[in-house]
């Protein structure tokens, strides 16, 4: 990894994060006091059973939900102090989300999907980015397909170059490879660390596979919306 990217503060500062959301049976506490520092340039595994928090944490740290209490700051922001304009720009910004499901639109072609976030933040060279993004994960022969033209893998691709085109500091990843068979989903994996190594990104991957988990530095296990442990570790190579 290289550390040059890495800086003494924290990319990320949690203190005391609940989330709490309604239900038919009353309140629901998902994340009961997550405390937690995350430098940038790390990476790190997020592991933990199904309805432990961990998705709720990766939304808070997107800005796409709020805590109903704590701190929160992510790249210089304080989350909490912000206008839902001001957290749409912090993800155009600083954000890169990957999720298991793609989350293309899917009346755009792959080369438009992945030149939208850079559209909307006003970029004059949007399409020739987003056509160096995907030619950098290997889809520059699928430009102009659709996604319903695509596999699983391909799709999954061109979500990474719309994550990674506007470099940001950040890349969250939500089981990226939930909807993938295993080949598929290693390959995947690997282009998701070596786009990660190649722009010193700080990477968030939230798993349910404890040997993806281990390619990161650090693992975090949550249970019952609480760190039950947090521990660093060599990263293993792929298999």
């Not at 987003?130 to 659709?146: C, D, F, I, P, Q």
């Amino acid at each position: 990894m290289d550390t040059q990217h890495i800086s003494a503060a924290p990319l990320i500062s949690a203190r005391d994060l609940t989330f709490e959301v309604g239900g038919s049976a009353g309140r629901v506490n998902i994340l009961r006091g997550v405390s937690l520092d995350i430098g940038e340039g790390e990476a790190v595994g997020i592991i933990g059973p199904s309805g432990s928090g961990k998705t709720s944490l990766l939304m808070l740290l997107a800005g796409l939900e709020r805590a109903t209490s704590g701190r929160l700051n992510v790249a210089g922001r304080d989350l909490a102090e912000m206008s839902e304009d001001a957290l749409a720009r912090f993800r155009r910004e600083s954000v890169g989300i990957v999720f298991q499901s793609f989350h293309l639109v899917p009346t755009m072609t792959a080369l438009e999907n992945v030149a939208m976030p850079l559209e909307f933040a006003g970029d004059e060279h949007a399409f020739t980015r987003a056509e160096a993004a995907l030619k950098s994960v290997g889809l520059g022969h699928r430009l102009t397909h659709y996604p319903g033209q695509l596999s699983g893998g391909e799709q999954q691709r061109v979500a990474l170059a719309r994550a990674f085109v506007a470099v940001p500091r950040l890349i969250l990843a939500d089981e990226p490879t939930g909807n993938l068979d295993r080949a598929t989903g290693l390959a995947v994996m690997d282009l998701l660390f070596d786009l990660r190594a190649k722009h010193g990104t700080t990477l968030i991957l939230i798993t349910h596979d404890p040997a993806l988990a281990a390619r990161c530095e650090r693992q975090i296990r949550i249970e019952d919306g609480l760190i039950s442990s947090d521990t660093a570790a060599m990263p293993v190579a792929a298999e």
